[in-house]
């Protein structure tokens, strides 16, 4: 499939989808969301991608946000279907089975952070800043933000952010607990890259009981959440990986997980 918007590239099991109209910061129209939605159905469906990677073209910006052209010309009810989309699709960026990492190269704002936020964790590079500034434009995060930011750095710091709009760099998103890793810019895809192909050197079916586990476990009770740790522990024996994997570790060897 062949896009305008976004580039896909599949190599050596790791997908990377890079959000590309770099002349206005990559922000995200609805041409864009649409080929974000289509490229994360094309990825689910390649059994041979086992990570994905997100980041933006250019040296700028990941994501700087909604097109604030269409934003301008919202009324409440296209306002109500522009954000009910985005929720869509990052919805099922959240949900998909494989890991994946944002590679936050330059400016992650409001629309940007959001999508940054539904990946399981975020390398950014020094030059990075991100945040949640709709506020500064009358408006409130709209794709997300209101509910992912808090469950990831905690709700008072994440009420901060979101009613002043303050951006904040990089090292500040580390210490808050937003980012996992901060590198400098040239860095930045080869140190994704080389967490990414761990990742994917890890056997299939225990990378995703792990991020099943990890996921589901947060929207529910510790009892409950127990109890699917037990059933995503148990379906990991009924694939060959740990077979390979602990008789690897017996006859002092790496182990090489084969299963589909
Ligand atoms: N939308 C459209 N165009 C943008 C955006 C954007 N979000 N951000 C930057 N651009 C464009 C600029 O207009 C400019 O275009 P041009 O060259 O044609 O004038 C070009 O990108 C370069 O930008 P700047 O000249 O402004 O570059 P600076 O380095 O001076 O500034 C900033 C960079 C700080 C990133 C600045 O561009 C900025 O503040 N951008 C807007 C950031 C922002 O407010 N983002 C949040 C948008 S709201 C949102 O994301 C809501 C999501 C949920 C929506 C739900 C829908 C209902």
Redo the contacts with the bound molecule.
């Keep these: 499939m062949s896009y305008e918007n976004i580039i896909l590239d599949v190599s050596e099991g790791i997908g990377t989808i890079t959000f590309n109209r770099p002349?206005?910061?990559n922000?995200?129209n609805q041409a864009l969301l649409k080929e974000f939605s289509d490229a994360l159905d094309a990825v689910s469906r390649d059994e041979e991608i086992r990570v994905l990677v997100l980041t933006g073209a250019g040296e700028?910006?990941f994501v700087?946000?909604?097109?604030?052209?269409d934003?301008a010309t919202?009324n409440a009810l296209s306002?109500?279907y522009?954000?009910g989309t985005?929720h869509g699709v990052i919805g099922k960026l959240q949900e998909l089975a494989i890991p994946v990492v944002a590679a936050v190269n330059g400016?992650a704002?409001?629309?940007?952070s959001?999508i940054a936020l539904a990946c399981d964790f975020i390398y950014a590079s020094e030059t990075a800043?991100l945040g949640?500034?709709?506020i500064?434009?009358g408006?409130i995060?709209?794709?997300g933000?209101t509910q992912r930011l808090p469950r990831l750095i905690g709700r008072n710091m994440a009420k901060e952010l979101i009613f002043t709009g303050r951006?904040i760099t990089a090292e500040e998103a580390m210490t808050i607990g937003m980012v996992n890793r901060v590198c400098p810019p040239e860095a930045l895809m080869g140190e994704v890259m080389e967490t990414a192909r761990k990742m994917a050197s890890m056997g299939k079916v225990a990378l995703r009981a792990a991020k099943m586990a990890v996921g589901r476990g947060l929207d529910v009770s510790l009892a409950n959440g127990c109890a699917l740790e037990i059933d995503a522990f148990s379906l990991c024996f009924a694939s060959e990986d740990a077979g390979e994997g602990t008789t690897a570790f017996l006859e002092k060897r790496k182990a090489v997980f084969k299963a589909p």
């Excluded at 704002?109 to 940007?112: F, R, T």
Aim: aromatic fraction near 10%; charge should be neutral; avoid cysteine.
């Design positions: 002349k206005a910061l922000a995200l700028k910006a700087a946000g909604a097109d604030i052209t934003l919202f306002a109500r522009f954000s985005g400016f704002l409001g629309g940007g959001e800043t949640l500034p709709e500064t434009l408006i995060p709209g794709f933000g951006m």
